[in-house]
């Protein structure tokens, strides 16, 4: 059995991954998440690392700086704040901590060395990006209280996650000795421990769902912690269910449909009646898909939580609908 | 509003002149099967085809009898598929593509040297770009066969279509060497000269940056780039081949997105960016779309339903017109996203093909795309 909704242990995480596959809404549940978990008072900061402004396009605002800024508030006073770190000044912010470059900071980004340094290093960027989000996690204020109640990232996609949050691994290649080691080891704990929660957003068809059982069997694998499946786009189940296998097979009686209709005051010509019967033929098959991918997804054997199909499309007030759904499946941040 | 024109397939497919078609767009889109689905029709209409898919669902990849990465073309066989033409199929090794490059180009010796060192390994798997590279390699590769009237090409699976154009470019920055071997051994490379290029922070960030990637990769880096500098020559010159064949009037682009925001404003960059770099666009495919087939108007539809659920009688035939509703609401969507794009690029023609209620994994399931595709 799938446990049903949000569990205590996810309350209690600090630092929410959003992965999934390309195309399955990733950022949009990311964003509606940092909203429901600063609902009530809480301040959540959302992060993206690939570079690619998703996060100013989906609340609609000017491209991101690298630094935090808030971007919006959430129910009950709560506030979300945004960040997109960039890997060129990650490392540079890096290198400052320990050595001082100067002028040679801005030298070397204008011939491209720094660019050249993280992509000769596959793992380099990553492991920036992962100290960065380490940073922020752990960062408080004066009085000793975190800066973030909860921060979510944007993450990479389902088929580059382990490989992203990995860095233990990717730094026995990189750096044996040197200060990006212990660096690298405190961010090692803090995503492999319970305050990090790896969640996965999916689609009802096959192969989004193929492939967060196969992140969901990695992640185990690596000893990462996978919290929530997020199924993202569900559609609201409009046939009786005694039909659909019925329907789906093309088995539907259009004279008595047509008849029904009839009594209501709708007369449609025979054409119209096919096309209406065929609209539903193709529903039907796709129900009885999304039934196949439900069931498939059982195994991951995780929490599971709806967000339905927006058919206006994403706007920043379907952002707080998504929200208001996920904090109603009992999303929320115990501090 | 502004109606497009609509991309003919099959006139593109059937046109002789047609040699390549790359199908590009963002991540998840559906390229692959849209390549896959056009290969398998060209083919059927006769002509001698070859599919290069890069990075296949394995369903996808049965369906066109692909069980592992060949590098080299294989003929599709599966019963009941008697094409016209023929078809063969691939998928794409960027290891193996790299390793006969390096082969081809090098000495013996050298290309011994170069295949074993360990900056070699990190730079033909995990670069990012060197897919892109490999991809448009192989194209060079099965176009100067001349095997073949056609040849279909997928794109890798970036986060941005551009990164198709872009990518090459980046991996070809680093094997040039210059910057690798100012980090390697900044004081030989140079001297003064460097120090006033760069400033005196040059030395110290070498140094800060053997620190973070370590020494040794370092030192292989400069090593490989030694070994390679002989071939650089000549590998630039193929890169540069296949770009120039790209911009052919035998080549025709055809960019791939679904109709949602994100993929579509991909897809208008990549327009753009194909406008500017002289290369032929055929047209924007925009797959799984949702459109409608009963003319009932939404309003109507609705209204009916609650006049059908008050009674509760023909809980069928209200679930039919709520369906049909849902249906109408994210069509008018997709047409206001498409309608943006056409009027951004009226020149663009289009192509939209209604989603299929299942996934595909056989060649029936190609053809049905391919019908779509074509308007049949």
Known sequence: MTPPGWTDELTRARLHVVTGKGGTGKTTVAAALAIALASGGRRALLIEVEGRQGIAQLFDSPPLPYAEQRIASAPGDGEVWALAVDAEAALLEYLAMFYNLGFAGRTLKRMGAIEFATTLAPGLRDVLFTGKIKETVGRTDDTGRHRYDAVVLDAPPTGRIVKFLDVTKAMVDLAKVGPIKGQSEGVARLLHSGDTAVHLVTLLEEMPVRETLDAVAELDGADLRPGAVFVNRVRPDRLPAGVIAAAAKGRLDQAEIGADLKTAGLTLTDDDLAELVCETVDHATRLQAERRARGQLKKADLPAIDLPELTGGVDVAGLYELAETLVEQGVRRVR | ?376
């Not at chain 2, 290891?95 to 082969?103: E, G, I, K, L, S």
């Not at chain 2, 060497?177 to 001297?191: D, E, H, M, N, T």
């Not at chain 2, 997709?334 to 299929?356: I, S």
């Open chain 2, 1 to 376: 509003m502004t109606r497009p024109e609509i991309v003919d397939i099959d006139a593109l497919l059937d046109n002789p002149a047609t040699r390549v078609i790359v199908c590009c767009g963002s991540g998840g889109v559906g390229k692959t099967t849209t390549a896959a689905a056009l290969a398998v029709r060209a083919a059927e209409r006769g002509r001698r085809t070859v599919v290069l898919t890069i990075d296949p669902a394995r369903r996808l990849a049965q369906s066109l009898g692909l069980r592992e990465l060949g590098n080299q073309p294989k003929p599709v066989r599966i019963d009941g598929f008697e094409p016209a033409g023929e078809l063969s199929a691939m998928m794409l090794d960027m290891r193996r593509t790299f390793d006969d490059m390096v082969q081809a180009t090098a000495g013996h010796g050298r290309a011994e040297q170069i295949l074993a060192n360990p900056f070699y390994k990190t730079i033909s798997t995990s670069f990012s770009g060197t897919q892109e590279y490999m991809a448009m390699e192989k194209l060079g590769q099965l176009a100067a066969t001349g095997n073949w009237d056609l040849i279909v090409v997928d794109t890798p699976p970036s986060r941005s279509a551009l990164d198709f154009l872009d990518a090459p470019q980046r991996l070809s920055t680093v094997l040039d060497g210059r910057i690798i071997r100012l980090l390697s051994a900044p004081a030989r490379a140079g001297g003064l000269g460097i120090r006033k290029l760069v400033g005196a922070g040059f030395g110290l960030f070498a140094k800060a940056v053997s620190t973070i990637i370590g020494g040794q990769l370092l030192q292989d880096a400069s090593a490989f780039v030694q070994a390679f500098d002989s071939m650089f020559g000549g590998f630039r010159e193929r890169a540069a081949a296949t770009y120039t064949m790209l911009r052919s009037p035998g080549t025709a682009f055809l960019v791939v997105a679904a109709p949602e925001p994100d993929a579509l404003r991909e897809a208008s960059y990549f327009v753009d960016r194909l406008a500017s770099e002289g290369m032929p666009l055929a047209g924007l495919v925009v797959n799984r779309t949702h459109p409608v087939l009963a003319a009932v108007p939404p309003s109507r539809a609705v209204a009916t339903a609650e006049e059908l659920e008050k009674t509760g009688t023909a809980p069928l035939a209200a679930a039919i017109l709520r369906l049909h509703a849902d249906r109408v609401a994210v069509a008018s969507r997709e047409k206001r996203l498409l309608a943006r794009f056409t009027k951004a690029h009226p020149g663009v023609a289009v192509v939209g093909v209604p989603a299929l209620p299942t996934d595909i994994h056989d060649l029936a399931g190609l053809r049905e795309i391919s019908l779509r595709l074509a308007g049949a």
